[in-house]
């Protein structure tokens, strides 16, 4: 599919949709950026966002990138690629995190469990020496 055939199918829609894209990836961005600035979220779980967004710009600017990845992917509409591309990138996003949240809780248990044990140590050693 050549860049003609994206502009012929849909014009100023198609325009529309790219600039909304460029829009929302620029936004995105600027989101992450400010958060780590402000210690919100840690440089290490921003740089998830930050590649995703990147690549969301990079196909919503590059219509001729846009259409080699939609006729690889054998979708004739590439703004439907750009829209399928960017909701598998956020949910890859979202099981990294999930895999993420989930070892934390695990350790947040084996840490409530070792304090437990520290607190029974501590009042049986009072015990002793009071009794």
Known sequence: MSAARLSQSGGRDVDRLMDIMTGLSLLLIVLVLASVRRAHIRVEYSVSWLIGAAALLVLSRAPVLLNYVADRMGITY??????????????????????????????????????????????????????
Not at 98 to 122: G, M, P, T
């Open 78 to 131: 590439p703004p439907v690629a750009l829209v399928l591309i960017a909701g598998f990138v956020f949910l890859i996003i979202f099981y990294r995190f999930s895999v993420i949240i989930s070892k934390l809780k695990d350790d947040n248990i084996a840490l409530a469990q070792r304090v437990a044990i520290l607190e029974y140590h501590v009042r049986s050693r009072k015990g002793s020496i009071a009794g």
